[in-house]
Every structure is written in structure tokens, then in C-alpha cells.
């Protein structure tokens, strides 16, 4: 099956430092990746649609100035917290859409960040 | 709107014993759906999916789903627990059509009793 990875897989830091989480897919090429946060215990809420070659699209309420997703080829995505702060500490998790196979998105095993 | 309802946010079920995971959705048009599982600290991994062929599913590890259209259900089943299917099960509903977006359930902690 397709296999997405992401990078790191925790990272702690300062509150006021930019922190950029990695989402790869590696035997695919996926042409549409998602950014979703999740809080303990809840559900997963989208957060961005990134698009190889153009602009993310961002959920209601989703500071773009705050997370910037870029989406430079058809391997990576890159999902930048700017000036962290403690409130934004969560669980990031990408996913992955191969256009071969169709409707079916391959997730990420998550990134956990805490900033200080 | 679409939306997702998953009722029973915790379930228990002895080993051995039939699970029964709910999954109602709300949709204008018959959408796709999917079941997914996440342990603990890691991403999420698809059991299956219903993408308009047949109603009845079947996934990894066992698990099942049925695609009933008259009662807007798409519940996930296996006849007999195993303790590594203690999980966090979430269910999601995409258009089939127009857009690449899932919506997540609030999902359901399985526990499974020795």
C-alpha cells in the first residue's frame, strides 16, 4: 500500500521559534496532500488542502499567516507553524491522495509538537 | 452539508466476543465512505471503503462494513474481538464527486476485555 512519512515525529520547542513539519509520499506521487490537527482524544480537523504547484486552501478559520503549507513537487509538503506558542501544541497529522488509486487518502503517522 | 455521527464514543467488548462500531452519515447525494483506525501516537490506517460498488465491505484485520442507503449507515463490524483491536476507529464521508475532502467522525475507543 501506499506509504506516507513525516518528519519529525515530535519536536519540542521555544514559544516565539517557527517550527516546519515534513510530509512525504514515498512509492507515490500525490498531487493533493491534507494537513489536519488533532487535539487529545478528538477527531481530526482539516486545516488545509496543499496542491503541487499553487496556493493551499485553507479551512475557515485556519490562520494562514500562522501555517504555511507549501507543496513544491509531487513528494512533499511542508506544513510551517511561524511563531509558535504554547496554545498551538498538537498532534499534526498529514495525508496523502494518490490519483492513481482515486478517492482513498494515506495518512501520516502524525507529528507531535509542544512548544514551551 | 455532509456530516458523520459515530454514537458510542467508548465501546467495550470482551475478547472473542462481536464488535459493533456505529456510523451514520448525512449526505445529499450517496457519498463514499471509509472506516480508518488509529493507535495510540501514530497516523491513521484505512480498514476499508465504500465507494459505490458493493454495499457489503470487507477490510484488513477482519473487519467488515455494510453500506445500508435507508438507514444512512455504514457501521463496522467483526465477529470476534482480538486485544490488538483496541483502538481509536474513525469514520469519514467524502463527496463522490468535486472535492477531495474527508469529514471525520469524533471517532470510537475500542476496548477489548480480556
Known amino acids: 500500500g501506499a506509504v506516507v512519512s513525516q518528519h519529525p515525529s515530535w519536536v519540542i520547542c521555544k514559544s516565539g521559534t517557527s517550527v516546519k513539519i515534513e510530509c512525504r509520499s514515498l512509492d507515490f506521487q500525490a498531487t493533493t496532500m491534507f494537513w489536519y490537527r488533532q487535539f487529545p482524544k478528538q477527531s481530526l480537523m482539516l486545516m488545509a488542502t496543499?496542491?503541487?504547484?499553487?496556493?493551499?486552501?485553507?479551512e475557515q478559520g485556519v490562520e494562514k499567516d500562522k501555517f504555511l503549507i507549501n507543496h513544491a513537487s509531487l513528494t512533499l509538503s511542508t506544513l510551517t507553524v511561524t511563531s509558535a506558542h504554547p496554545e498551538d501544541s498538537s498532534f499534526y497529522i498529514c495525508?496523502?491522495?494518490?490519483?492513481?488509486?482515486?478517492?482513498?487518502?494515506?495518512f501520516g503517522p502524525g507529528t507531535r509538537l509542544l512548544v514551551l | 452539508a455532509q456530516s458523520v455521527t459515530q454514537l458510542g464514543s467508548h465501546v467495550s467488548v470482551s475478547e472473542g466476543a462481536l464488535v459493533l462500531l456505529r456510523c451514520n452519515y448525512s449526505?445529499?447525494?450517496?457519498?463514499?465512505l471509509f472506516w480508518y483506525v488509529q493507535y495510540p501516537n501514530q497516523g491513521l490506517q484505512l480498514l476499508l471503503k465504500y465507494t459505490s460498488a458493493a454495499t457489503l465491505v470487507k477490510g484488513i484485520n477482519g473487519f467488515e462494513a455494510e453500506f445500508k442507503k435507508s438507514e444512512t449507515s455504514f457501521h463496522l463490524t467483526k465477529p470476534s474481538a482480538h486485544m490488538s483491536d483496541a483502538a481509536e476507529y474513525f469514520c469519514a464521508v467524502k463527496k463522490p464527486s468535486g472535492t477531495y475532502k474527508y469529514i471525520f467522525g469524533t471517532g470510537t475507543r475500542l476496548k477489548v476485555l480480556a
Open positions: 495525508s496523502a491522495r494518490d490519483p492513481e488509486v482515486g478517492e482513498t487518502q494515506y
Open positions: 496543499s496542491n503541487e504547484g499553487s496556493k493551499a486552501t485553507y
Open positions: 449526505s445529499s447525494v450517496p457519498p463514499y
